[in-house]
């Protein structure tokens, strides 16, 4: 038995993400354990399909068992994304591998960007912090300092899998894990293209198509017959969410808050409460997000610290890692992972998110976030849903 993990979202599933599966069966994977973001994404964003259904359609699309990641982990930035869902794999005890796609595809050039970038992040942090300074993320200026002593280094991580891929290796280390790195190189469209490439889109592409209203029958080459299908139904029943339906909810949440509450959110930084703050009476999302964003505070930062805000979420909840794994859906070798996990696995895994939240104060905490999520991503559908849809929700086992 060879278990492969894979972080993900599957927002939505499509062409690319099944080649990565494939790719990890053919290096030797018999299970594959997927960790994957619920109701809302690290883009900042919800997503655009229900993470039940999302999680039932992975399983039938190779996946043995996923796992859900919790809400202020899929709401983090890419170290602590990527933290939490390692964390997740790690805690079962059994997880051989991590299966991650990267545009390099190179393990060995990863890791030694990753060290070579650390290296250099402590070296020039003044450099780093003047180039902040002008406006600029510290993403932008870290990557500009690495080009200028090592521009191999410097466009490697430029590319945005890359740097959720050496997030991911940081983690694994980080944890002192024994679970080894494996990359598939991430052919055909890149990463957020708005353009098609043979039978592959990124998911940015197809997002765009189902909440436009646009044509989606080329979707059914894009993405698996079974996603493509699930896709349809759920525009027919009003069941894809768009954020913009929270839009009057973020404004009223809001304009009742402080300066001192958003500054007890996490990422927060560098006075960014204030500007927060200053464009509280704003009219609309999209006239909010303009007027707080700059060079420095992207808009996916940004859409974060707003639904963190909208969730609860605040800078003492990123001081744990996950205390639980809550399992969305699993078939007969998902059921195999968790058997071997028995006596080995350093946290409680199961289905039911009553029976978890119960364990200690922690995972009270973590489950009363995830309730808040689900109550508040339901009203981002047409047909308005709650908490207690999530909490009933049928966890898939396919033992076919």
Not at 24 to 32: C, K, P, S, V, Y
Not at 35 to 60: C, I, P
Not at 176 to 182: G, L
Not at 353 to 363: D, E, G, I, K, P
């Amino acid at each position: 038995m060879k278990i492969s993990g894979v972080i993900c979202e599957y927002n939505p599933f499509h062409n690319g993400h099944l080649y990565h599966i494939d790719e990890t069966r053919r290096n030797g994977a018999t299970h594959i354990v997927s960790v994957m973001s619920g109701s809302f994404v690290q883009r900042g964003d919800v997503a655009v399909m229900d993470k039940h259904r999302r999680a039932r359609l992975a399983v039938k699309s190779g996946v043995d068992l996923v796992i859900e990641l919790p809400v202020q982990f899929s709401l983090a930035p890419a170290e602590s994304f990527a933290a939490g869902a390692v964390w997740l794999l790690n805690g079962l005890g059994v997880v051989d591998e991590l299966s991650f796609g990267s545009e390099c595809g190179d393990v060995g050039k990863l890791t030694s960007a990753l060290e070579k970038v650390d290296s250099i992040a402590a070296e020039k942090r003044a450099d780093i912090l003047e180039i902040m300074e002008k406006g600029y993320t510290y993403p932008r200026a870290l990557c500009s300092v690495v080009n200028g002593i090592d521009p191999r280094s410097g466009v490697l991580i430029s590319e945005p899998n890359n740097t959720l891929a050496i997030e991911y290796i940081r983690a694994l280390r980080a944890f002192r894990s024994d679970i080894q790195p494996f990359t598939v190189k991430r052919s055909g469209a890149h990463h957020d293209s708005s353009e098609t490439s043979g039978e592959t889109a990124s998911a940015s592409y197809i997002r765009e198509k189902l909440l436009s209203g646009a044509d989606t029958s080329e979707l059914y080459d894009l993405m698996p017959d079974i996603w493509a299908n699930a896709v349809h139904e759920c525009i027919e029943s009003g069941s894809i969410a768009k954020l913009e339906r929270l839009e009057r909810v973020i404004l009223y949440r809001l304009r009742m808050s402080s300066p001192e509450e958003i500054a007890s959110l996490s990422d927060i930084g560098q006075g960014l409460e204030h500007r927060i703050f200053g464009a509280r009476m704003a009219g609309t999302l999209d006239e909010l997000l303009l007027s707080v964003k700059t060079k420095r505070y992207t808009m996916a930062r940004i859409k974060r610290i707003l639904l963190s805000l909208l969730i609860g979420i605040t800078r003492e909840d990123m001081t744990h890692m996950p205390p639980y794994g809550r399992i969305l859906a699993l078939n007969e070798k998902g059921r195999e992972i968790l058997a071997k996990a028995k006596g080995r696995a350093s946290m409680p895994y199961a289905t039911s998110l009553a029976s978890l939240s119960r364990v200690n104060r922690v995972t009270k905490r973590f489950a009363e976030l995830e309730g808040r999520a689900s109550d508040i991503y339901g009203l981002s559908l047409d047909t308005v849903t709650s908490s207690v849809d999530d909490l009933k929700a049928k966890i898939m086992i396919d033992l076919e």
